[in-house]
């Protein structure tokens, strides 16, 4: 499975290594000593992991994916829990998946974009 696309990502965990393993495996995160992650191929961005205090949940976290189907078929075959459900909107569409410590995490695959998003011109 490749990652097309990622946001932030601020994440407690009771075993930080092992998850960082679990990202790293299923995910192709790369984590930096000091704690930065980034995509394979693309800059990183420092953490300031202060930003939960005090809440012990995680934030939402949404990966985009070009091909949904075959990155759920990826996942189940490396033993991820995949939830079931599809949803499907003008947005695109997402399903989830749990990460070793059960935390969910949204994977979307946009529908195609009918313009180009950086000059906003006209619809083709």
Do not use: C
Not at 97 to 115: A, C, Q, S
């Amino acid at each position: 499975m490749r990652l097309e696309g990622f946001g932030e990502y601020y994440k407690k965990s009771n075993d930080p290594q092992k998850l960082t393993q679990w990202y790293e495996e299923h995910m192709g995160l790369h984590h930096e000593d000091d704690g930065e992650v980034m995509l394979p191929d693309s800059s990183f961005k420092p953490v300031d992991m202060s930003y939960f205090s005090p809440s012990t949940e995680m934030s939402k976290l949404t990966f985009q994916v070009e091909n949904l189907n075959q990155a759920l078929q990826d996942l189940t075959e490396e033993g991820v829990k995949v939830d079931d459900n599809l949803h499907e909107t003008e947005f695109g569409r997402f399903a989830w998946v749990y990460d070793l410590e059960g935390n969910r995490i949204e994977l979307w695959e946009p529908r195609p974009y009918y313009y180009n998003p950086v000059d906003l011109g006209e619809p083709e």
